[in-house]
């Protein structure tokens, strides 16, 4: 049973911070990409930022050089620091991986998984 757990949302003031979580477990031989998402209400989900196994990194223009994507392989999970938020940044925001899953039988499965989303709230 693969699944990614996603943490860190919550209220916070402009010009703020908040770091989200995301841990993948279950029977996991390793991961590709991993990413996350947002929802706003009324809106499409976007991609906000992606790393690779290798930790290259892409940025939605709308939050480069203010949000930070990082993984650690040894504990499966990714980062999301986000600085300087702004109200726009309100939203539900998803973790995505696609990985590799142990099957038992000596092959892989490649499936991507989605996160429950964490509500991230930019108010004064």
């Known amino acids: 049973q693969v699944q990614l757990v996603a943490s860190g949302g919550g209220l916070v003031q402009p010009g703020g911070s908040l770091r989200l979580s995301c841990k993948a477990s279950?029977?996991?031989?390793?991961?590709?990409?991993m990413a996350w998402y947002r929802q706003a209400p009324g809106k499409q989900r976007e991609l906000v930022a992606s790393?690779?196994?290798?930790?290259?990194?892409v940025y939605a223009s709308s939050v480069k050089g203010r949000f930070t994507i990082s993984r650690d392989n040894a504990k499966n999970t990714t980062y999301l620091q986000m600085n300087n938020l702004k109200p726009e940044d309100t939203a539900v925001y998803y973790c995505?991986?696609?990985?590799?899953?142990?099957?038992?039988?000596?092959?892989?499965?490649?499936?991507?998984?989605w996160g429950q989303g964490t509500q991230v709230t930019v108010s004064s």
């Open positions: 995505n991986a696609d990985l590799n899953g142990d099957t038992g039988t000596g092959y892989r499965l490649r499936t991507n998984y």
């Open positions: 279950g029977r996991i031989l390793s991961i590709n990409d």
């Open positions: 790393i690779t196994s290798s930790s290259s990194t």
